[in-house]
């Protein structure tokens, strides 16, 4: 937290193994707000879920400043509910482990937070060091997210109560969590008046490391049996092993 006074806005960081990328992205979480967050007025707090790593990714994250929760139970889903539970803002910004945003980003995320009228935003995305086929996959994925409404899960901004309200992420996904949260958010703006926004002057940066983590072949037939069998797949913890294998 950057004072003693109560946060609006609280970032939650997830993070499952992560101490080869996590202090990087920590110190750019705290550079960008500092030149954004804070001049506006903006008060934060930086919350680490560490999901069960068997690395320094805790102790990466105390020495950085962020205060640490503990998720036992190794699911994405699991770890950003458990940092939400401590969340103190009125508003939560889940960030990736592997992500760095911008000031411009958190700027734009800052002004959205006196819309009235949005509960839930996003962002388009930049991968780093990506090989074309990646980077015309993103800007497929940023076309459909910016019509559609899709949240990308390295980028959510949302208003706490509205969070709590739906139950947060359902613990029973593996993969694609953040799809199922922003359905049930968006049913719930449509009650209230609250829209969805997809913030993309500002992109987010994150990692393409799964592409040289991973062979193609191994990623194409996750994206195959997700496309063919979407529910079966995303609610099967193996079927998602590019999430949970421990490959950093």
């Not at 945003?101 to 949005?118: F, G, H, I, K, Q």
């Not at 899960?153 to 799809?179: H, M, N, Q, T």
């Not at 719930?188 to 193609?216: D, E, F, M, N």
């Amino acid at each position: 937290m950057t004072s003693t006074q109560a946060p609006r806005l609280s970032i939650v960081v997830p993070a499952f193994n992560e101490e080869k990328l996590l202090p990087a992205t920590l110190a750019a979480i705290r550079a960008a707000a500092a030149a954004s967050l804070t001049p506006a007025g903006v008060h934060y707090e930086l919350i680490v879920c560490d999901n069960n790593s068997t690395d320094r990714t805790g102790s990466l994250a105390r020495l950085a400043g962020a205060r640490v929760v503990f998720e036992p139970v190794n699911q994405i889903g699991r770890a950003r509910n458990s940092g939400a539970a401590f969340a103190l803002g009125e508003w939560i910004l889940f960030i990736d482990a592997d992500s760095i945003p911008s000031a411009e980003l958190l700027t734009d995320a800052a002004t959205t937070m006196d819309r009235p009228d949005v509960m839930l935003a996003g962002c388009t995305l930049r991968m780093d060091d990506a090989p074309p086929v990646a980077r015309l996959f993103t800007r497929g994925w940023n076309g459909l997210s910016r019509l559609f409404k899709f949240v990308a899960g390295s980028f959510i901004l949302v208003r706490k109560d509205a969070f709590r309200e739906v139950g947060g992420f359902a613990p029973g996904i593996f993969a694609g969590e953040e799809l199922d949260l922003a359905k049930r958010l968006q049913k719930l703006g449509r009650k209230r008046g609250q829209k969805t926004v997809i913030l993309h002057a500002h992109p987010l940066v994150t990692s393409a490391r799964k592409l040289t983590l991973y062979k193609r072949g191994e990623l194409l037939r996750f994206m195959l049996r997700a496309m063919i069998l979407p529910k079966r797949t995303m609610t099967n913890r193996d079927a998602c092993s590019p999430w949970y294998d421990g490959r950093r």
